[in-house]
C-alpha cells in the first residue's frame, strides 16, 4: 500500500554554522518574516513569504507573492513539486527539503512547529527551536594540483568560502580570486559548488559551471588549482 505522506519529512534551515531540521507535520507550512510557522528574520523577507504544501503523497513549493521571490535549485518559481533534498532560497536564508528528515544526519525527534527559527541579538544571530540544532557533517577538502597541492583542510559547517583572500580555504594560485567560489553542504549527499562571479571561472569535471550539485570523485578546478570534497558520513 501506498503511503499517504512522508511522516518524517522535514526542513532543514540554515543559517550561517547554524542547521536546525524542523518537521512537516502540517498540510500547509508557511514561511516568512512576521506571519509564517516558520519565521526568519531578514528584511529580504516578505511578512509571508512562501508555503510548502502536502498534496498526498507529495510536497510542493509556492510563492506567496513575495517581494523578492522564491528560488527552487536556484531558479525562480511560483508553484513546484519537490524532490527530496531540493534547495529553497528565500532572501538570503537557504532551506533543504527532506523527504526523510532522518537521512540528514541519523535519527532526530520529531519538532513542534511554531517556533521562530532566528533570532538577532547585538553580537550574533542565534537559532532557536524546541530541538537539538543538528552536528554539521565532517567535510574534508584534498588540494590535488596546484601551488597548494597535497594540502588537507576540514571543516564543520555549511558554508566553504575559496580564495585568495580571507577564505576558509585560503590557496596561492594568483588566477584565484580573492573569494572565488563558495561549497554549501546540506547534507551527505546534497552538496553544491557555487562560483562567485570569480574572474577565470569554476569548472567541475572539466566544465565551467555556475551553480551545480557535487558528489564525490568530482573534481573541482580553478585556475591553476584542482582539487576535491568528501563529505564524512556520522553513523
Known amino acids: 500500500m501506498a503511503k499517504l505522506h512522508h511522516p518524517h519529512a522535514g526542513l532543514l534551515v540554515v543559517r550561517k554554522d547554524k542547521q536546525t531540521m524542523v518537521s512537516l507535520t502540517k498540510d500547509i507550512t508557511t514561511i516568512g518574516r512576521k506571519q509564517a510557522d516558520i519565521i526568519l528574520e531578514d528584511s529580504k523577507i516578505s511578512s509571508t513569504h512562501a508555503e510548502i504544501r502536502r498534496e498526498g ?5 509556492k510563492d506567496l507573492k513575495s517581494t523578492n521571490g522564491t528560488f527552487l535549485n536556484r ?15 528565500v532572501g538570503s536564508c537557504t532551506l533543504c527539503f527532506y523527504e526523510d528528515s532522518r537521512e540528514f544526519n541519523g535519527a532526530s525527534p520529531e519538532i ?11 553580537k550574533t ?29 576540514t571543516f564543520r559547517k555549511s558554508h566553504i568560502l575559496i ?17 572565488h567560489a563558495m561549497i554549501e553542504v546540506f547534507g551527505g549527499s546534497s552538496i553544491f559548488l557555487r562560483d562567485l562571479e570569480s574572474t577565470n571561472g569554476t569548472f567541475l569535471n572539466g566544465r565551467k559551471i555556475q551553480c551545480e550539485k557535487i558528489h564525490t570523485g568530482d573534481e573541482i578546478g580553478m585556475g591553476n588549482t584542482k582539487l576535491n570534497v568528501t563529505v564524512e558520513q556520522v553513523s
Do not use: W, Y
Not at 537539538?132 to 594540502?151: A, E, F, N
Open 163 to 179: 580564495g585568495r583572500k580571507d577564505a576558509d580555504v585560503m590557496l596561492l594560485d594568483v588566477d584565484i580570486s580573492r573569494a
Open 112 to 122: 513542534s512547529m511554531r517556533q521562530k527559527v532566528e533570532k538577532e541579538t547585538t
Open 57 to 61: 503523497p507529495k510536497f510542493f513549493l
Open 125 to 153: 544571530k542565534e537559532i532557536i527551536t524546541n530541538s537539538k540544532t543538528l552536528q554539521q557533517l565532517p567535510v574534508k577538502i584534498h588540494i590535488l594540483k596546484g601551488p597548494d597541492q597535497g594540502k588537507k583542510f
Open 75 to 89: 531558479k525562480p518559481v511560483t508553484k513546484c513539486e519537490l524532490s527530496d533534498q531540493d534547495v529553497i532560497e
